[in-house]
């Protein structure tokens, strides 16, 4: 069985301000992969990144980038010079090795940049 | 391509009514899933289906049924509803076992 646990429920930072969201999850499968999906005020889940467990380097997407450590068992999400648009709830999750696609999700971060 | 639709987006129940969720993808994707969304909860997998044709339990399947005749739709259906099913029902469908994407969701309120 897999589990996400996203310990910050909200966070709120002012503009320009860097942030970041923990992820730490818990499988027994030795390939699985994670996600992080973001869901904006509008409602839709957009999805923002899947990382393999055999694949630890660390990525960066414009202000975007995620720090995936297996000793740890996380994958931490930080948006650097966050802006207003960022406001949005953050899921992360995991997906094991099975052949369903079963995603598990964390529980959501909310996080609300102000002007 | 419309990508992942769904019908209706919002809907008032009765305890009791009966209803059904429709999901449809045009992307042609064998995998497809329903989610409930609550408060403090995150999005736990009621229902999903690998394929026209089949369909298996997720972690809360307990009051829904769902069905997944043509590849392109995947039903959700409540039998008998109640109030505890109130919440916010997302489908989401996959090509292969990668990212999902999903549809825009359905707020439903039983009363």
């Known amino acids: 069985a897999q589990k996400v646990t996203q310990a910050q429920t909200e966070i709120s930072v002012v503009e320009k301000e860097d942030v970041t969201l923990d992820c730490v999850y818990e499988?027994?499968?030795?390939?699985?992969?994670l996600f992080w999906y973001k869901q904006p005020p509008s409602g839709e889940l957009v999805f923002l990144i899947r990382?393999?467990?055999?694949?630890?380097q660390n990525e960066i997407s414009g202000r975007y980038s995620w720090n995936f450590q297996k000793s740890t068992s996380s994958f931490n999400f930080t948006i650097t010079a966050s802006q207003v648009v960022d406001s949005a709830v953050y899921f992360c999750?995991?997906?094991?090795?099975?052949?369903?696609?079963?995603?598990?999700f964390g529980q959501g971060t909310t996080l609300q940049v102000k002007p | 391509n419309a990508g992942v639709t769904q019908t209706p987006k919002f809907r008032v129940l009765k305890t009791g009514q009966s209803m059904t969720l429709l999901c449809a993808q045009d992307?042609?994707?064998?995998?497809m899933y329903w989610y409930r969304q609550d408060p403090g909860m995150g999005l736990r997998l009621i229902h999903y289906?690998?394929?026209?044709?089949?369909?298996a339990k997720g972690e809360v399947p307990d009051g829904y049924n769902v069905s997944r005749l043509k590849k392109q739709n995947f039903l959700l259906g409540l039998e008998s509803a109640a109030p505890s099913q109130t919440s916010v029902y997302f489908c989401?469908?996959?090509?292969?076992?990668?990212?999902?994407?999903f549809g825009p969701g359905t707020r439903l309120t039983v009363l």
């Open positions: 289906s690998v394929g026209e044709g089949t369909t």
């Open positions: 999750a995991v997906r094991g090795s099975s052949n369903t696609g079963k995603l598990i």
């Open positions: 499988t027994r499968d030795t390939t699985y992969y």
């Open positions: 990382r393999n467990s055999f694949d630890e």
């Open positions: 992307m042609n994707h064998e995998y």
């Open positions: 989401a469908s996959s090509y292969t076992l990668w990212e999902q994407f």
